[in-house]
């Protein structure tokens, strides 16, 4: 189904499935700089939430905080019942493989193969020369692969070095590479922020339909309004460290958002009318 | 109104570098004065290898036959001290690579090993392994081996601390293993690197083995050490030009390679 299919969908509210991630009270410093106050907000599976906000107001950050690539500094993170923050350094692990990251550059190994990129993505769950290089990988591994590459139209792409594809086409493929983990979250940094807007807009398109078609928790960060509203469920957005908005896309607008970016900080207005 | 005239040309020196000028300035002349090199010895020498040339040519090839057999020798050790070497160098550089290192202790001792094989000539490793194994190649691919494990260990280090870190991010964030994110994002991005370092290793393991026949090491260099000690000079030319062909073609063949993998 594509995006706009799913936004035009008459269905009435069907009851939410319960939270994969729930953030709160989340709180991070650098030396003198409060980059996260107090964040509280979740992301259900099947449902796009797009993180908002001005530059520094600490989006990354929080991102990284919730799979401690940044230590936070106080509050809570859930991801499927388990408290990330209590995790020693195995169970980290472990739990980091449940969550796909799609980051602002596409990080692939250029000199390699499109598939063998892919299949890099497996070592999320598995280990050894088999997950190394598409020639070693077992067959159920490369027809996976395959699969993943066939969710982002890249399949007939498999055997072309990463380096000789465009930036759309290497950011796909990084998400194919995400899908390979078979991730329950995804937490996506600015991924069309590198890319011309047609690019750009394919490729949030493209998130968004994986996560409505797969059933992923899909956390997104985008500066570009359009794609907030065309491509999202849930707006959460960010300012002096706390989340000072929340809208449900549906009936949100432009005009709104425009007014979030522009406002001076320290304004706190949570929109719990929509809140769903 | 704000300062627009051009800065100073030259920055005037402070005490202690222009002191340091002096004395580096001081060594290198003194240098030039001990080393005992003259113009008047240098033409006194002409006459001597014109000499010597004169005896050169023609040279030899009655024993072409042996001159090859000791130069596939010296070619065999090379590529085996080298070979060797490359496949020791890959592991130690790996522990001595910032970032990818498992232990800082790890870390140091290797730099240290690495340092260690890098800055004692291969000569004076040929020599001690002629005293543990005795004379002939064995000593030499030794020689060959730890030296090229300081050589290429470096440059492998160096090449998988410079590899992009992109993708090894990407790949740490999703739990994979550090040998995972070596063999899958690492080596990939240091490969172009790492055969360059490797061709020149054999090139260099080949010029390199062609002394090490000096002091009992095996390899051509018996050959040519016993044609100087006889004044065997027409022999002597025969196995200086062999051992010029051998060095230009794996150049040459090295050349080719690089071009193609690189």
């Given at each position: 189904?594509?995006?706009?299919?799913?936004?035009?969908?008459?269905?009435?509210?069907?009851?939410?499935?319960?939270?994969?991630?729930?953030?709160?009270?989340?709180?991070?410093?650098?030396?003198?700089?409060?980059?996260?106050?107090?964040?509280?907000?979740?992301?259900?599976?099947?449902?796009?939430?797009?993180?908002?906000?001005?530059?520094?107001?600490?989006?990354?950050?929080?991102?990284?905080?919730?799979?401690?690539?940044?230590?936070?500094?106080?509050?809570t993170v859930t991801v499927l019942d388990q408290e990330v923050r209590g995790l020693d350094r195995k169970?980290?692990?472990?739990?980091?493989?449940?969550?796909?990251?799609?980051?602002?550059?596409?990080?692939?190994?250029?000199?390699?193969?499109?598939?063998?990129?892919?299949?890099?993505?497996?070592?999320?769950?598995?280990?050894?020369?088999?997950?190394?290089?598409?020639?070693?990988?077992?067959?159920?591994?490369?027809?996976?692969?395959?699969?993943?590459?066939?969710?982002?139209?890249?399949?007939?792409?498999?055997?072309?070095?990463?380096?000789?594809?465009?930036?759309?086409?290497?950011?796909?493929?990084?998400?194919?590479?995400?899908?390979?983990?078979?991730?329950?979250?995804?937490?996506?940094?600015?991924?069309?922020?590198?890319?011309?807007p047609r690019a750009g807009r394919a490729l949030m398109e493209l998130l968004y339909s994986l996560a409505?078609?797969?059933?992923?928790?899909?956390?997104?960060?985008?500066?570009?309004?359009?794609?907030?509203?065309?491509?999202?469920?849930?707006?959460?957005?960010?300012?002096?460290?706390?989340?000072?908005?929340?809208?449900?896309?549906?009936?949100?607008?432009?005009?709104?958002?425009?007014?979030?970016?522009?406002?001076?900080?320290?304004?706190?207005?949570?929109?719990?009318?929509?809140?769903? | 109104?704000?300062?627009?005239?051009?800065?100073?040309?030259?920055?005037?020196?402070?005490?202690?570098?222009?002191?340091?000028?002096?004395?580096?300035?001081?060594?290198?002349?003194?240098?030039?004065?001990?080393?005992?090199?003259?113009?008047?010895?240098?033409?006194?020498?002409?006459?001597?290898?014109?000499?010597?040339?004169?005896?050169?040519?023609?040279?030899?090839?009655?024993?072409?036959?042996?001159?090859?057999?000791?130069?596939?020798?010296?070619?065999?050790?090379?590529?085996?001290?080298?070979?060797?070497?490359?496949?020791?160098?890959?592991?130690?550089?790996?522990?001595?690579?910032?970032?990818?290192?498992?232990?800082?202790?790890?870390?140091?001792?290797?730099?240290?090993?690495?340092?260690?094989?890098?800055?004692?000539?291969?000569?004076?490793?040929?020599?001690?392994?002629?005293?543990?194994?005795?004379?002939?190649?064995?000593?030499?691919?030794?020689?060959?081996?730890?030296?090229?494990?300081?050589?290429?260990?470096?440059?492998?280090?160096?090449?998988?601390?410079?590899?992009?870190?992109?993708?090894?991010?990407?790949?740490?964030?999703?739990?994979?293993?550090?040998?995972?994110?070596?063999?899958?994002?690492?080596?990939?991005?240091?490969?172009?690197?790492?055969?360059?370092?490797?061709?020149?290793?054999?090139?260099?393991?080949?010029?390199?083995?062609?002394?090490?026949?000096?002091?009992?090491?095996?390899?051509?260099?018996?050959?040519?050490?016993?044609?100087?000690?006889?004044?065997?000079?027409?022999?002597?030319?025969?196995?200086?030009?062999?051992?010029?062909?051998?060095?230009?073609?794996?150049?040459?063949?090295?050349?080719?390679?690089?071009?193609?993998?690189?």
């Amino acid at each position: 189904m594509t995006a706009l299919a799913h936004r035009l969908s008459p269905e009435p509210e069907a009851p939410r499935a319960p939270p994969v991630l729930f953030v709160s009270g989340l709180a991070k410093r650098f030396g003198a700089r409060q980059i996260l106050r107090d964040v509280t907000f979740e992301a259900r599976p099947g449902e796009v939430t797009a993180l908002i906000g001005a530059n520094g107001t600490g989006k990354s950050t929080l991102l990284r905080s919730i799979v401690r690539l940044v230590e936070p500094d106080a509050g809570t993170v859930t991801v499927l019942d388990q408290e990330v923050r209590g995790l020693d350094r195995k169970a980290l692990k472990a739990f980091r493989s449940r969550v796909g990251f799609v980051f602002q550059k596409h990080n692939l190994v250029g000199r390699l193969s499109v598939l063998t990129n892919v299949i890099h993505g497996v070592q999320a769950r598995m280990s050894g020369p088999r997950t190394w290089h598409h020639a070693l990988a077992p067959a159920a591994i490369r027809d996976e692969a395959m699969a993943c590459l066939a969710a982002v139209g890249l399949a007939d792409r498999a055997l072309q070095r990463a380096d000789s594809l465009s930036g759309g086409q290497s950011q796909r493929v990084a998400i194919a590479r995400m899908l390979m983990q078979r991730p329950e979250l995804v937490l996506a940094d600015e991924p069309d922020a590198s890319l011309d807007p047609r690019a750009g807009r394919a490729l949030m398109e493209l998130l968004y339909s994986l996560a409505h078609d797969k059933g992923l928790a899909l956390v997104v960060i985008s500066h570009r309004i359009e794609h907030t509203l065309a491509f999202s469920d849930r707006i959460v957005g960010l300012a002096d460290g706390i989340v000072t908005l929340e809208l449900d896309s549906r009936v949100a607008h432009a005009e709104q958002l425009r007014a979030f970016f522009e406002r001076p900080p320290a304004e706190t207005d949570r929109d719990t009318a929509n809140h769903g | 109104m704000a300062e627009t005239s051009a800065p100073a040309r030259w920055e005037r020196p402070n005490a202690l570098a222009f002191t340091m000028l002096v004395v580096v300035l001081a060594f290198i002349l003194w240098s030039f004065s001990s080393v005992g090199l003259s113009w008047e010895r240098m033409v006194r020498g002409i006459p001597a290898l014109g000499s010597m040339l004169e005896r050169m040519f023609p040279p030899d090839l009655e024993r072409l036959p042996r001159i090859l057999e000791q130069l596939l020798v010296t070619f065999q050790m090379a590529l085996v001290g080298c070979i060797l070497g490359l496949i020791l160098a890959f592991p130690i550089a790996v522990l001595a690579a910032e970032g990818l290192s498992p232990h800082p202790v790890l870390k140091h001792a290797s730099r240290a090993l690495i340092a260690l094989f890098r800055t004692v000539p291969d000569l004076v490793w040929a020599l001690l392994f002629v005293i543990a194994v005795g004379l002939g190649p064995a000593a030499g691919v030794m020689a060959i081996m730890v030296d090229k494990i300081g050589f290429a260990g470096r440059f492998f280090a160096e090449a998988m601390e410079e590899a992009d870190k992109g993708p090894q991010e990407a790949l740490s964030t999703i739990g994979a293993t550090r040998t995972g994110l070596i063999f899958s994002a690492v080596v990939p991005l240091a490969l172009p690197s790492f055969v360059a370092t490797s061709l020149f290793s054999l090139e260099k393991a080949v010029r390199g083995s062609v002394i090490l026949g000096l002091v009992g090491a095996g390899g051509i260099g018996v050959e040519l050490k016993v044609a100087f000690d006889l004044f065997d000079y027409d022999t002597a030319c025969t196995i200086i030009l062999a051992i010029f062909a051998l060095v230009i073609a794996v150049e040459q063949v090295s050349n080719v390679i690089r071009k193609r993998l690189i």
